[in-house]
């Protein structure tokens, strides 16, 4: 089994300054030794930001369509070639501007390869200069504003240079009202240390800093590994009874009443979906929530195993 692959996870609207800071992370990474690859999203036909990186770096690309649509199959496809092509240390991901960074994490847990990575940190860059003037945007853009800084774990700020003081303090106190578990940074063209800030080791931090650190991405995953057919009504007797905060689980399932097949199970927010596949995959259930019991979830799935 190869090692643990890190993931981190760049979004942020148009123009804010992903690309730059990817830039910035790669020069860093490359000090530190470490192989990278980068997996991009862009909405448009052609790709404008390969050109932005070396040669040396393994990419995939993904053109012409937003994750949280068709192509997050397209994003695991590429995430998986890349894993069992280049095995790199950390991939970073590029999502397009109108990405939802949870549709990111998301599409990173395939269930094949959910168990191999570790989904490291959630970077949202905030432009600045747009979030002063964000009141003239639709109201679905405002909120995918939002969105994209309610989910991170590190929070750039970023064209503090176009900025006034007044403006800055307000930023300052919208994220922080938005999200007070992120840590932010406030910058001009991306310029941060951040791959040390991933990276810190939490064990030579103060103690309670570490609780901080660990608090930091508040959304996990936990992945399940079936060994045997389970029961169905059970199964979705168990799903009746998870709580709100866990809002995605997908996986390959085995039923005790159809034990030649696979289900491909996902849901959303509540609602369950059972595909039937002539496929033999090993039944990995992965389950993403925010601050998700995880060993109470492993004891319950446990439990289906045993009728
Ligand atoms: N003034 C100013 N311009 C910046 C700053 N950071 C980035 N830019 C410029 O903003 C533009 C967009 O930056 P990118 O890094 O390409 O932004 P992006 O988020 O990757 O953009 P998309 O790929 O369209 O989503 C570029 O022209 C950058 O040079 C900054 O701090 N201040």
Known sequence: ???????????????????????????????????????????????????????????????????CCTSKTQLENA????????????????????????????????PVIAQNIIVKSIITVVDGNIWSGKHTLSLRIQKLLEEQIRYADQIVINKVDLLTSGQYNQIVEDTKQLNPHAMQHMTTFSRLNVVDIINRDQKSLLSHEKLHVTEHLHVSSLTYTFDKPINRDLFIKWLEQLPVSVYRIKGFLKFLDDV??????????????????????????????????????KEQLNQLEQY
């Open 1 to 67: 089994m190869l090692d643990k692959i890190e993931i981190v996870i760049l979004s942020g609207f148009l123009g804010s300054g992903k690309t730059t800071l990817l830039q910035n992370l790669l020069a860093q990474e490359q000090q530190r030794n470490r192989k990278v690859a980068v997996l991009m999203n862009e909405i448009g036909q052609v790709s404008i930001d390969r050109n932005l990186l070396n040669d040396h770096t393994p990419l995939e690309e993904i053109i012409n369509g937003c994750i």
């Open 79 to 110: 995430l998986l070639t890349l894993y069992m092509q280049e095995k790199p240390d950390v991939i970073y991901i590029e999502g397009s501007g109108i990405a939802h960074p949870m549709e990111i994490y998301d599409a990173c847990l395939s």
């Open 260 to 297: 030649n097949s696979i289900a491909l199970f996902q849901y959303a927010f509540g609602v369950p979906f059972f595909y039937r596949e002539e496929v033999n995959l090993p039944l990995n259930l992965v389950i993403i929530g925010e601050n998700l019991a995880k060993d109470l979830l």
